[in-house]
């Protein structure tokens, strides 16, 4: 993200517009921080068995079909 900053700050544009899209970029960086929050919570035991018994299940009856 400072790449980014540091990028738009090169840029030759009127002020209203860098800090707009400083604005824009701080607010992405909150909403990726909130998907990496996410992607690093653990997926509870119970929900993995599940959707593995119901994949065997499925893959068990598709030749049935």
């Not at 540091?6 to 002020?15: K, R, T």
């Not at 607010?27 to 690093?40: L, P």
Request: glycine share 8%.
């Amino acid at each position: 993200m400072y790449d980014i900053g540091c990028a738009i700050n090169d840029l030759p544009m009127h002020f209203m517009r860098r800090n707009q899209m400083d604005l824009d970029v701080a607010h992405f960086e909150d909403i990726s921080g909130g998907c990496e929050r996410i992607f690093g919570t653990p997926v509870p035991l119970v929900y993995s068995r599940h959707t593995a018994r119901y994949l065997t299940a499925y893959l068990l009856m598709l030749p049935l079909g």
